[in-house]
């Protein structure tokens, strides 16, 4: 059985040469959206995995996480059916080698405590994980065959439905392949705390707030404000109409002026 979780919260450390977080305390409340953003080498990977390992001041950054406002209980970190985070990273290779509905219904098993809804979980993840993909999974078709955006779709898929987990955390989603801000719709569809690193503009004008990183310290806290919000729409709009312009150059086609009407 899994607590319940309220809220994740980030006590601040210091950066690669020591300079201290310029936000001391960032509380993440159940149905929260946030965003890490910030160049490369700016400490974001790092970021996610003081949150993944509830580091409590024993990680390079010193950061502190708390649950619920107090330290994690340490068997979260050691027994996978209790730990509320699943973390979904930038490399994923499988090892494994089964059919994608023998490795889901194997992990339904052991998570899901209804046997006989096994089945339903397996039907629930493939369809979450091909609204998100442009090439459907088949079900026969083997983990280690699956191309990046399928693996990065199902794993999405996976964590919602099968982990369940409160916590939802994904490193670098962007050159996967996958619908981006489909995911976040249906992610928002389950109650959850979710945290993207991402350098996607429509992604990150789409939740709730940004984590700023510079040089390994958290910079600035930014909450999405209302002139943001509109222009999440308008970059929505730009960001389809780039999808269709790479499917068409893909398919070989040329490009027509109309392609771009609207955007000038
Ligand atoms: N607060 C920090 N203290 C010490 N080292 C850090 C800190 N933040 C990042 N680093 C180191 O800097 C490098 C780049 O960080 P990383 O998190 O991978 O950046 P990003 O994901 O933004 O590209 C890594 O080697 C990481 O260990
Ligand atoms: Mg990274």
């Given at each position: 059985?899994?607590d319940?979780?309220?809220?994740?919260?980030?006590?601040?450390?210091?950066?690669k040469?020591?300079q201290?977080?310029?936000?001391?305390?960032?509380?993440?409340?159940?149905?929260?959206?946030?965003s890490i953003v910030g160049?490369?080498?700016s400490?974001?990977?790092?970021?996610i995995?003081?949150?993944?390992?509830?580091a409590?001041?024993n990680?390079?950054?010193?950061?502190?996480?708390?649950?619920?406002?107090a330290?994690?209980?340490?068997e979260?970190?050691?027994?996978?059916?209790r730990?509320p985070?699943?973390?979904?990273t930038?490399h994923?290779?499988?090892?494994?080698?089964?059919?994608?509905?023998?490795?889901l219904?194997t992990h339904?098993?052991?998570r899901s405590?209804n046997?006989?809804?096994v089945?339903?979980?397996?039907?629930?993840?493939l369809?979450f994980?091909?609204q998100l993909?442009?090439?459907?999974?088949p079900?026969?078709v083997?983990?280690?065959?699956?191309?990046?955006?399928q693996?990065?779709?199902?794993?999405?898929a996976?964590?919602?439905?099968?982990?369940?987990t409160?916590?939802?955390?994904?490193?670098?989603?962007?050159?996967a392949?996958?619908?981006?801000?489909r995911?976040?719709?249906?992610?928002r569809?389950?109650r959850?705390?979710?945290?993207?690193?991402t350098?996607?503009?429509h992604?990150?004008?789409?939740?709730?707030?940004r984590i700023?990183?510079?040089?390994?310290?958290?910079?600035r806290l930014l909450?999405?404000d209302?002139e943001?919000?509109?222009?999440?729409?308008?970059v929505?709009?730009l960001?389809d109409?780039?999808?269709r312009?790479?499917d068409?150059?893909r398919?070989?086609?040329?490009?027509?002026?109309?392609a771009?009407?609207?955007?000038?």
């Amino acid at each position: 059985m899994r607590d319940t979780v309220e809220s994740i919260t980030i006590l601040g450390g210091r950066g690669k040469s020591g300079q201290s977080d310029a936000v001391l305390r960032i509380d993440l409340r159940m149905g929260d959206v946030a965003s890490i953003v910030g160049p490369t080498g700016s400490g974001k990977t790092t970021l996610i995995s003081d949150v993944e390992l509830f580091a409590d001041a024993n990680t390079p950054t010193g950061r502190r996480i708390l649950l619920n406002g107090a330290p994690a209980p340490t068997e979260y970190r050691d027994d996978p059916a209790r730990n509320p985070i699943a973390l979904i990273t930038q490399h994923t290779t499988f090892l494994c080698d089964l059919p994608v509905s023998e490795f889901l219904l194997t992990h339904a098993r052991i998570r899901s405590g209804n046997p006989s809804g096994v089945h339903g979980l397996l039907q629930k993840t493939l369809g979450f994980a091909n609204q998100l993909t442009g090439e459907p999974i088949p079900p026969s078709v083997r983990m280690t065959e699956l191309s990046g955006g399928q693996t990065r779709a199902l794993l999405i898929a996976d964590a919602a439905v099968i982990c369940d987990t409160p916590i939802v955390l994904l490193d670098e989603v962007e050159n996967a392949g996958i619908h981006r801000a489909r995911a976040l719709e249906l992610l928002r569809e389950h109650r959850k705390i979710f945290v993207f690193v991402t350098h996607d503009p429509h992604i990150a004008l789409l939740s709730d707030y940004r984590i700023v990183m510079r040089g390994g310290w958290i910079s600035r806290l930014l909450h999405t404000d209302e002139e943001e919000r509109r222009c999440a729409l308008q970059v929505g709009r730009l960001d389809d109409m780039l999808s269709r312009l790479r499917d068409s150059l893909r398919r070989g086609e040329r490009v027509r002026a109309e392609a771009l009407e609207g955007c000038s």
